[in-house]
């Protein structure tokens, strides 16, 4: 370990452990660091066959191919769904980052949809998933403001399916109109912001409020540009805005920060995995 990596590592660990109130944001980077990529070896053994047929090379452009038909749609869905959100192994990234503020003040905001904090012993109450969930359908109208488990469909979908297709039985459909579902993903301004996304929301800003003006440290991990509006910049202000905040972002080549709060900051640009595994 260089020095300059030493020092960053023994500072930040340092800060949380001191600290009383802790803010997480995380992005699509540290599910990442967890193992869970949508492209290369773990896309190859979970998708050669569509790869192979269709062209595309990792999980995330296949969710936009325009697939012919339904059963080609969901067959491809219901194994990304399955792969990222319920076939996952314990996450030790997850479980030392719980470790670091589990007796704090502490929520998470993130904009990852695969259930790795839940899953990995965070506090429900203390989760807010502002892009939906792989867990969640809802109606793809959507016709009412209502989401629904699919834990079971899309376990018989992946069971069932063959030669890329799902039986035109297992074809999801909203049980109020009858028409097609989709996954509880923000795509656009269909996305259902049902009761428990409206909670989580009440919950994060209730915390928000009540540590205005405290002392407190934000921890951004794996966040990049695609969407800075709901976690980075929101982060810039609350620190700027509080001169007791502590920013601290871990994300390599993408840490920086503001002129203006460059005081308040820890930057580390290393790999999250590696960090947390020091």
Not at 52 to 79: C, I, L, N
Not at 111 to 120: A, K
């Amino acid at each position: 370990m260089d020095k300059d990596f030493r020092k960053d590592f023994q500072r930040v660990i340092d800060v949380i452990k001191s600290a009383k109130i802790v803010l997480i944001g995380a992005g699509a980077g540290l599910s990442t660091a967890a193992g869970y990529t949508y492209s290369g070896e773990r896309f190859k053994k979970y998708f050669s066959d569509f790869e192979a047929k269709y062209d595309f090379h990792d999980m995330y452009s296949g969710g936009f191919y325009p697939f012919e038909t339904e059963e080609e749609f969901w067959a491809y869905w219901s194994r990304n769904i399955f792969y990222n959100r319920y076939d996952q192994p314990e996450s030790e990234l997850h479980k030392k980052i719980l470790q670091l503020v589990q007796d704090k003040d502490y929520f998470v905001i993130t904009t990852n949809v695969d259930h790795l904090f839940q899953n990995n012993g965070f506090d429900k109450q203390r989760l807010f998933y502002t892009q939906g969930d792989y867990g969640l359908f809802q109606c793809a109208t959507p016709c009412h403001k209502k989401t629904y488990d699919n834990e079971e469909i899309i376990r018989k979908m992946v069971a069932e399916q063959k030669n890329m297709r799902i039986p035109t039985e297992l074809i999801p459909k909203c049980p109020k109109c009858g028409g097609k579902m989709t996954i509880n993903l923000r795509a656009d301004d269909k996305f259902v912001e049902d009761g428990g996304w409206q909670q989580a929301s009440y919950q994060y800003k209730k915390f928000l409020t009540r540590h205005l003006n405290d002392e407190m440290v934000l921890l951004e991990l794996g966040v990049g540009n695609n969407t800075p509006g709901i976690i980075k910049y929101p982060f810039w202000y609350i620190t700027h805005d509080n001169p007791k905040a502590i920013y601290i972002n871990i994300n390599k080549g993408q840490a920086g920060a503001p002129k203006e709060i460059r005081k308040q900051c820890i930057l580390v640009n290393t790999d999250i995995k590696t960090f947390f595994e020091t």
